[in-house]
């Protein structure tokens, strides 16, 4: 059993502290929690007191717990200590080295290994204020998590979202196993660990592209096959980015996950994800969309049926195979419904990339739990049997575990 100090800042993602809680101490650890002035007025002391079981701890101007249990203590004696949700303001005060409560005051007090994960709305995260503030905490050797994107309470979109529970849970079992750099093979699971010092890109699911605002046009895309491939590189150690385009998926643990819902969106999310190494482009994204969204929904008028200008989207993976910010190994898939190793011979040369998984869709393939893929790449065609999508991600991330391992460039 390890013990963690978590302190829980003032936002409204403090209510997903209690899920932390809960998570940890259903994993077997002990948990003491500090709740900050600001915190406070999103869950209360005793919400935590009654999950983790233990005193919940305030403030600082407490002659009882001076008496009994100093800060410093407090924070010695924990095994890590967790910042979640870590506010803007909580990451300026950490980085500035200010102790003026007794959250801040632990942190400049302690000796034992920090996470902290963010949550606060898009522009304040993108500030380059709170940039510098993460990049000089990361300098010290915090370990800061990258918020979630997506939709915020706040009605925006983008980065700033709290990593969802279960990843902090995962990066919480992480570095109680290794340490900072959580780069020792004996963490999470299986022990076998080779992608711990790697970042991969992971694209999936379908995307949808507006005609009006309630009507759009989208593909059968399940987006099973890519998060079972995110998860089983991650729990080869990678840490992955997954951009997701619409899908009723929850999102695999220690995976940090990117929403979207356009091809320009996702080309966006993926250049903002860069850089990596290694992508494995497994979305279906929209070759076309249409022409100048309509702003007003469609009516059926005297004027006869709306006609639909299509447009070509941005090629993500043709694009990522020619840049300068290739990743070293990368990866396209290519759903096809004839002459599948054909095409996909031809989408290697023509994309940039390294390997294409062809898999013939004419069946029923989207959406199902099982695949038929081929490998192809510049050495030449592999066959793999029928098998569940999860066995396809492990064999696929053992082989991309394999490549990133190997010196010389994939082939
Ligand atoms: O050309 P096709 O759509 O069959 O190619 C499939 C591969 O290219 C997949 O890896 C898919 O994620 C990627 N792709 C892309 N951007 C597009 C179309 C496809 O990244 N606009």
Same mark, same amino acid.
Request: charged letters at 20%.
């Given at each position: 059993?390890?013990?963690?100090?978590?302190?829980?800042?003032?936002?409204?993602?403090?209510?997903?502290?209690?899920?932390?809680?809960?998570?940890?101490?259903?994993?077997?650890?002990?948990?003491?929690?500090?709740?900050?002035?600001?915190?406070?007025?999103?869950?209360?002391?005793?919400?935590?007191?009654?999950?983790?079981?233990?005193?919940?701890?305030?403030?600082?101007?407490?002659?009882?717990?001076?008496?009994?249990?100093?800060?410093?203590?407090?924070?010695?004696?924990?095994?890590?200590?967790?910042?979640?949700?870590?506010?803007?303001?909580?990451?300026?005060?950490?980085?500035?080295?200010?102790?003026?409560?007794?959250?801040?005051?632990?942190?400049?007090?302690?000796?034992?290994?920090?996470?902290?994960?963010?949550?606060?709305?898009?522009?304040?995260?993108?500030?380059?204020?709170?940039?510098?503030?993460?990049?000089?905490?990361?300098?010290?050797?915090?370990?800061?998590?990258?918020?979630?994107?997506?939709?915020?309470?706040?009605?925006?979109?983008?980065?700033?979202? @709290?990593?969802?529970?279960?990843?902090?849970?995962?990066?919480?079992?992480?570095?109680?196993?290794?340490?900072?750099?959580?780069?020792?093979?004996?963490?999470?699971?299986?022990?076998?660990?080779?992608?711990?010092?790697?970042?991969? @890109?992971?694209?999936?699911?379908?995307?949808?592209?507006?005609?009006?605002?309630?009507?759009?046009?989208?593909?059968?895309?399940?987006?099973?096959?890519?998060?079972?491939?995110?998860?089983?590189?991650?729990?080869?150690?990678?840490?992955?980015?997954?951009?997701?385009?619409?899908?009723? @998926?929850?999102?695999?643990?220690?995976?940090?996950?990117?929403?979207?819902?356009?091809?320009?969106?996702?080309?966006?999310?993926?250049?903002?994800?860069?850089?990596?190494?290694?992508?494995?482009?497994?979305?279906?994204?929209?070759?076309?969309?249409?022409?100048?969204?309509?702003?007003?929904?469609?009516?059926?008028?005297?004027?006869?049926?709306?006609?639909?200008?299509?447009?070509?989207?941005?090629?993500?993976?043709?694009?990522?195979?020619?840049?300068?910010?290739?990743?070293?190994?990368?990866?396209?898939?290519?759903?096809?419904?004839?002459?599948?190793?054909?095409?996909?011979?031809?989408?290697?040369?023509?994309?940039?990339?390294?390997?294409?998984?062809?898999?013939?869709?004419?069946?029923?393939?989207?959406?199902?739990?099982?695949?038929?893929?081929?490998?192809?790449?510049?050495?030449?065609?592999?066959?793999?049997?029928?098998?569940?999508?999860?066995?396809?991600?492990?064999?696929?991330?053992?082989?991309?575990?394999?490549?990133?391992?190997?010196?010389?460039?994939?082939?």
């Amino acid at each position: 059993m390890s013990r963690v100090l978590l302190i829980v800042g003032g936002g409204i993602a403090a209510y997903k502290a209690c899920e932390i809680v809960r998570l940890l101490r259903k994993a077997g650890h002990g948990v003491r929690c500090v709740l900050t002035e600001g915190g406070s007025h999103f869950v209360t002391a005793m919400t935590l007191a009654a999950l983790s079981e233990e005193e919940v701890h305030t403030t600082l101007w407490d002659l009882k717990d001076e008496a009994e249990m100093g800060h410093i203590q407090l924070s010695r004696q924990a095994d890590l200590i967790v910042v979640a949700p870590a506010t803007a303001d909580l990451l300026a005060r950490m980085a500035a080295g200010l102790a003026n409560d007794l959250a801040t005051t632990l942190l400049l007090a302690t000796d034992k290994p920090v996470l902290a994960a963010p949550a606060m709305n898009v522009r304040m995260w993108l500030h380059p204020a709170t940039q510098r503030n993460v990049s000089q905490l990361r300098a010290d050797g915090i370990t800061v998590m990258e918020p979630d994107e997506g939709a915020m309470a706040c009605g925006e979109f983008g980065p700033g979202r @709290l990593p969802e529970p279960t990843a902090i849970i995962t990066r919480i079992e992480l570095l109680l196993a290794n340490g900072p750099g959580g780069s020792a093979p004996q963490a999470l699971g299986t022990g076998h660990r080779p992608l711990v010092d790697k970042h991969i @890109l992971v694209t999936a699911g379908p995307t949808h592209e507006p005609i009006d605002p309630v009507r759009y046009i989208a593909n059968r895309s399940s987006g099973k096959q890519g998060f079972a491939v995110a998860e089983a590189l991650a729990s080869l150690g990678a840490r992955v980015s997954l951009v997701a385009g619409p899908v009723a @998926l929850a999102t695999p643990a220690g995976v940090t996950r990117i929403d979207v819902e356009t091809a320009r969106e996702m080309a966006a999310a993926v250049d903002r994800a860069l850089p990596a190494d290694a992508a494995i482009m497994v979305a279906a994204v929209a070759d076309w969309r249409a022409e100048g969204a309509a702003e007003q929904k469609l009516k059926k008028a005297a004027g006869g049926i709306p006609s639909l200008q299509l447009v070509e989207n941005p090629d993500i993976l043709a694009t990522l195979g020619h840049s300068p910010n290739r990743p070293r190994l990368l990866v396209g898939f290519a759903a096809e419904t004839e002459h599948v190793v054909t095409h996909a011979r031809d989408k290697l040369a023509r994309k940039g990339a390294d390997w294409i998984i062809a898999n013939d869709v004419s069946g029923d393939v989207m959406g199902g739990d099982t695949n038929t893929v081929h490998l192809v790449s510049a050495g030449g065609v592999e066959t793999w049997e029928h098998m569940p999508k999860a066995n396809v991600a492990r064999r696929l991330a053992d082989r991309i575990a394999a490549t990133l391992q190997d010196p010389v460039q994939p082939g």
